[in-house]
């Protein structure tokens, strides 16, 4: 393979990561700004417990 070859490879392979990136950012930043809640039912006796995630990190830019 030409070295011109491997560079634009490589190019197109950094910018995919860079929009792969820019994604999960975007979701994490989405998911963060309001709590997140979890039921999971006790498989002995049935009960079902509410777990709520929150935020205490402030994120920066646009909301």
Same mark, same amino acid.
């Given at each position: 393979?030409?070295?011109?070859?491997?560079?634009?490879?490589?190019?197109?392979?950094?910018?995919?990561?860079?929009?792969?990136?820019?994604?999960?950012?975007?979701? =994490?930043?989405? =998911?963060?700004?309001?709590?997140?809640?979890?039921? =999971?039912?006790?498989?002995?006796?049935?009960?079902? =417990?509410?777990?709520?995630?929150?935020?205490?990190?402030?994120?920066?830019?646009?909301?």
């Amino acid at each position: 393979m030409e070295p011109e070859q491997v560079q634009k490879r490589l190019e197109m392979l950094d910018q995919r990561l860079d929009n792969i990136d820019s994604m999960v950012t975007a979701l =994490v930043e989405r =998911v963060m700004r309001q709590p997140v809640i979890m039921e =999971v039912t006790c498989p002995k006796c049935g009960s079902v =417990v509410q777990i709520m995630l929150t935020s205490s990190t402030k994120l920066g830019g646009k909301g």
